[in-house]
């Protein structure tokens, strides 16, 4: 072999050499480097109601939900070590609520009425479809020591973290007192009977029957309370049959109840939602937890901007709001869809604790939105007990 041909064959040689290393680099940055992607939550079409302008002007302008949104959130893989690696949500969510496995049962005459609505419809063609959506972070412009929060005002900014960190305006003396009022300014709103994935033609979204209405899920929270020894009124009255005009007959009341009982300190008014994409495709917000499905809530908090005025509790609403989606959080993960802080005062400014709560919307079944006020009561259980000075 001449030297030319030895040369060419070193040549080569090295060649292959700085190939293999630069190949192994590229490997092993390859395998180092975390791998991002992107997770995009479903777009939902929500429904707006108006009420007459007496509601308006009062900034009480009665809605089903807020703007269309759609967001994305990035998150990165990191390898850990297995004893260092955190649990899955499935094993979180199962060991936080074990104790919700043992406790609520879906009731009886909740069984029968499915069974019987499901007899009625066996040979009936469905109308629509409900598409089943779970919220975590749509539409949310700021999160906050772990809770999504959509501020949907103008002007307001607050600092969310240390309004979570002072926490609620809450002094309870004895909790055996009526702490908590709970009342259904829009009380006909009503639910699917079965998780069936759709709905029929016929299928009406409101109902003056108590067992079936908001008013069972506002008793399945009064459960709990009363479980737990802590004193509550409950108020059964219908506010809605005429739609107009709603929220100043609920005031009515409100206000009798926190004259009448002073130790009062939280005011809840417990509706539903409802989120259409169209006429025949409706949307459930649910999370699972537990194992069994929960109507996912949302927190609707106000402020006073614009032309709502009079509203000098806006900021402790905030407080406590943010203290119940945080510690609902911590609790259920899941539960809560992103807390809105809006341009609107209902009305939250009877009392300084005081908030609206969306429980799921008309495409989730009554027995998904029992235990989310079943949920919801043992929330309110460990805030009060935090809050007693007993």
């Not at 939250?348 to 989310?372: P, Q």
Request: negative net charge.
């Amino acid at each position: 072999m001449n030297s030319r041909a030895k040369s060419a064959i070193r040549e080569k040689f090295w060649i292959l050499k700085i190939v293999s290393a630069l190949l192994a680099l590229v490997l092993t940055i390859r395998f180092a480097v975390p791998v991002s992607s992107v997770i995009a939550e479903n777009t939902v079409s929500l429904l707006t109601d108006f009420e007459n302008s007496e509601n308006i002007l009062m900034g009480q302008v009665s809605f089903e939900e807020t703007a269309e949104e759609t967001t994305a959130a990035e998150y990165t893989e990191i390898e850990t070590e297995p004893e260092t690696e955190e649990p899955s949500t499935e094993e979180a969510l199962s060991e936080a609520v074990t104790e919700t496995e043992r406790i609520y049962e879906t009731p009886d005459d909740i069984v029968s009425l499915e069974n019987e609505y499901l007899a009625a419809f066996a040979d009936t063609s469905p109308y629509g479809s409900v598409e089943e959506v779970f919220f975590k972070t749509s539409g949310a412009t700021d999160i906050v020591d772990g809770i999504s929060v959509k501020n949907a005002t103008a002007t307001k900014k607050p600092d969310f973290a240390a309004l979570i960190k002072e926490g609620p305006v809450l002094d309870i003396k004895d909790k055996s007192e009526p702490v908590v009022l709970i009342f259904h300014t829009h009380t006909t709103e009503s639910y699917l009977l079965s998780d069936n994935g759709v709905f029929y033609e016929d299928y009406k979204t409101r109902s003056t029957d108590i067992s079936r209405n908001m008013v069972r899920v506002g008793d399945e929270i009064c459960r709990v309370l009363e479980e737990n020894g802590i004193g509550y009124i409950h108020d059964k009255n219908i506010y809605d049959e005429s739609y107009d005009g709603a929220y100043s007959r609920s005031r009515v009341t409100v206000e009798k109840y926190l004259e009448e009982y002073p130790t009062i300190q939280i005011v809840l008014d417990v509706h539903r939602d409802a989120i259409y994409y169209s006429d025949t495709s409706h949307c459930k917000p649910t999370a699972e937890i537990g194992g069994r499905k929960a109507a996912q809530i949302m927190i609707i908090t106000g402020a006073e901007e614009g032309y709502i005025t009079d509203f000098p509790y806006w900021e402790d609403n905030l407080r406590f709001a943010l203290c119940f989606q945080k510690t609902a959080e911590e609790k259920y993960p899941g539960l809560m869809k992103p807390l809105y802080f809006c341009q609107r005062k209902y009305n939250m400014d009877t009392a300084k604790c005081s908030l609206l709560l969306e429980m799921g919307t008309d495409a989730n079944t009554l027995d998904e939105a029992m235990y989310s006020g079943y949920l919801t009561g043992k929330v309110l259980t460990e805030i009060i007990n935090r809050h007693c000075g007993e």
